[in-house]
């Protein structure tokens, strides 16, 4: 949440109106993922992880959804997300299952803004401040058509898969400064699926993949017309949904708590890290988020100044959920 950045626009708004290259990090293109040998045409979905229990499926198929932070401060990271994805896919279409077959993967974009309207609270200030208003996605997945998608996803067999994701991935720095980016996971995969925005994407044989890029914390809330303090804390909120909410949420989804996995690229903290992409303040909440992902989540800094290692780390988090994966609601 940017309560500072959007009181800083407020106050001008007010003040007017009274007066009148970076590197991949990809250094050889591959991923080294649970009992992967790291190199090219290492296998996804091998064997089973030495944690799981039960039986598993090979996996075969994986659904990644990317949740990227659109708001004032991300344009740096955007951009060195679209660099480091070219060799993102090459390590997906290097990898094998155990028969031997490739992967068959899809990937979609949205962000972490919903439409909303909130008041900044300002005790002691002589002048009220009005509403605002930002419009986000509301989890719809991108198709912008300067990128020339095919649907609202990219699928392996498409032609420019690398360079239509980085086109994609440049979702803008105008969206909502109140990062949601769980409640835009739920919108985007249950509202946006029962609207038909992005119906089709999820295949119930497939591993669901989640990566989530944002510089705050998540402030996931369901209210509309709200007030917020300048010292407002997301992890404190009243109305802050819980992160448990979006595990379950999660788990209904992919019909199983085993059958998906998530990494997360944020503010480690404690409080705030800087790089070149600029400043991150810590995602105590998010951290809460992969903790109860358990073996299947993983967090990265943004702060590394470089996203290639947390791409690498979320891929090599997909490939042991891969190598484990369950049968549907086999918890």
Do not use: H
Not at 42 to 54: A, D, K, P, Q, V
Not at 174 to 190: C, I, Q, T, V
């Amino acid at each position: 949440m940017r309560t500072l950045g959007v009181l800083a626009s407020v106050l001008l708004a007010v003040a007017a109106c009274s007066s009148s290259g970076r590197d991949s990090g990809f250094a050889d293109g591959t991923a080294g993922g649970p009992g992967s040998s790291g190199s090219s045409g290492s296998n996804i979905g091998g064997t089973s992880g030495s944690g799981s229990t039960g039986p598993t499926e090979e996996c075969t198929k994986m659904d990644l959804v990317f949740i990227v932070d659109d708001s004032g401060s991300m344009s740096e990271e955007q951009t060195n997300l679209a660099s480091n994805f070219p060799a993102f896919i090459k390590v997906l279409d290097d990898f094998r299952t155990k028969s031997g077959s490739k992967i068959d993967y899809r990937v979609a974009v949205t962000t972490t803004g919903r439409d909303v309207t909130y008041t900044v609270s300002i005790p002691g200030f002589p002048v009220t401040i009005p509403p605002t208003t930002e419009k986000g996605d509301n989890g719809a997945f991108r198709n912008n058509a300067k990128c020339a998608p095919k649907r609202r996803w990219i699928e392996r067999a498409d032609d420019k898969v690398a360079e239509t994701f980085s086109c994609i991935a440049q979702v803008g720095t105008s969206g909502p400064g109140y990062e949601m980016p769980l409640e835009s996971l739920k919108l985007a995969l249950n509202d946006r699926m029962k609207d038909g925005t992005n119906a089709g994407f999820l295949r119930e044989d497939a591993l669901l993949a989640i990566i989530i890029l944002t510089d705050e914390d998540d402030c996931s809330r369901t209210d509309n017309n709200f007030s917020v303090g300048t010292a407002d804390s997301c992890e404190a909120g009243p109305t802050v949904q819980p992160v448990g909410a979006y595990k379950s949420m999660l788990d209904t989804v992919a019909k199983g708590a085993g059958r998906w996995a998530a990494g997360v690229i944020a503010g480690p903290g404690p409080g705030e890290c800087s790089s070149s992409f600029g400043k991150a303040v810590e995602a105590k909440r998010l951290k809460d988020f992969v903790a109860a992902v358990g073996k299947n989540g993983t967090f990265s800094s943004i702060c590394d100044g470089n996203l290639g290692t947390g791409l690498k780390k979320a891929l090599d988090t997909f490939d042991g959920a891969c190598r484990s994966l369950p049968p549907p609601n086999v918890k």
